[in-house]
């Protein structure tokens, strides 16, 4: 269902079985943009509010879709302003794989077990998102919201290896980015920014053993940390 001045653009492309889309636009300006393929993916897009878009990023090249290819993917995507003026909510993706199940919520935060709760009484939009999946079996969970003030967040994720279990959430105004890259498997990483400062993360991960990592930026005071591990340990880092 679609109001206003909202598009939504789909094309399907090659043999597929099992689609299921289930697209809601409430509100001014909204895009969904993007083209899927293979069999039995599950996309749902909620978008409310003014100027949130889900589609494809110049990041990628010149390419005008978001891309969903592979098989029995799962992506459930909300985002959410109740503001007269909306910074515009953007999640782009390019999944390239099997078996991947991706949620994430922009004007709610929420917890691990996938409960998003109820959005702030001023949720400003304007936060940002890119993700590109290429591998197979992933699990990832994330949010982005205003916590009534403010907004401007960013999340860059680059998830290539298989098997990872990843939750990021920032909460919370001013200036936050996380940047992430997974070049290997069965890592179980966690990173929360909160608080008004402008907090920042870099990681990056490889290595033939996985990562448990955990971070957490929160408070007043800016944070900022950075990453860079092959690990090389059998039992895990």
């Keep these: 269902s679609a109001f206003a001045n909202n598009e939504i653009y789909v094309t399907q492309v090659g043999t597929s079985n099992n689609l299921t889309i289930d697209?809601?636009?409430?509100?001014d300006d909204n895009v969904v943009n993007f083209k899927v393929a293979h069999d039995d993916n599950t996309v749902t897009i909620v978008q409310e509010?003014?100027?949130?878009?889900?589609?494809?990023?110049?990041a990628w090249g010149t390419q005008s879709n978001g891309d969903l290819?592979?098989?029995?993917?799962?992506?459930?995507?909300?985002?959410?302003?109740?503001?007269?003026?909306?910074?515009?909510?953007?999640?782009?993706?390019?999944i390239l794989g099997d078996d991947?199940?991706?949620?994430f919520y922009q004007g709610y935060s929420v917890n691990t077990s996938?409960?998003?709760?109820?959005?702030?009484?001023?949720e400003a939009g304007g936060h940002?998102?890119?993700?590109?999946?290429h591998?197979?079996?992933n699990r990832f969970l994330g949010s982005q919201r205003s916590q009534n003030t403010g907004h401007e967040h960013s999340n860059t994720s680059n998830i290539y290896g298989n098997y990872n279990d990843i939750y990021m959430r920032q909460d919370s105004n001013q200036d936050k980015t996380m940047t992430l890259t997974v070049y290997n498997s069965n890592n179980d990483i966690d990173m929360i920014q909160t608080g008004s400062a402008e907090?920042?993360?870099?990681?990056?991960?490889?290595?033939?053993?996985?990562?448990?990592?955990?971070?957490?930026?929160?408070?007043?005071?800016?944070?900022?940390y950075s990453l860079t591990q092959t690990c090389t340990t059998a039992s895990g880092c």
């Design 114 to 122: 996938n409960n998003p709760g109820t959005p702030d009484s001023f």
């Design 100 to 103: 991947n199940d991706v949620d």
């Design 199 to 224: 907090h920042s993360a870099t990681i990056t991960l490889s290595g033939s053993y996985a990562t448990d990592l955990d971070l957490l930026q929160k408070g007043g005071t800016a944070q900022s």
């Design 23 to 27: 697209i809601t636009q409430n509100g």
């Design 49 to 58: 509010g003014e100027d949130a878009y889900v589609g494809y990023t110049t």
């Design 128 to 133: 940002f998102v890119r993700l590109d999946i």
């Design 69 to 94: 290819d592979g098989s029995d993917n799962n992506i459930n995507i909300k985002q959410y302003c109740n503001q007269t003026t909306c910074g515009g909510d953007r999640f782009e993706f390019h």
């Design 135 to 137: 591998g197979s079996n």
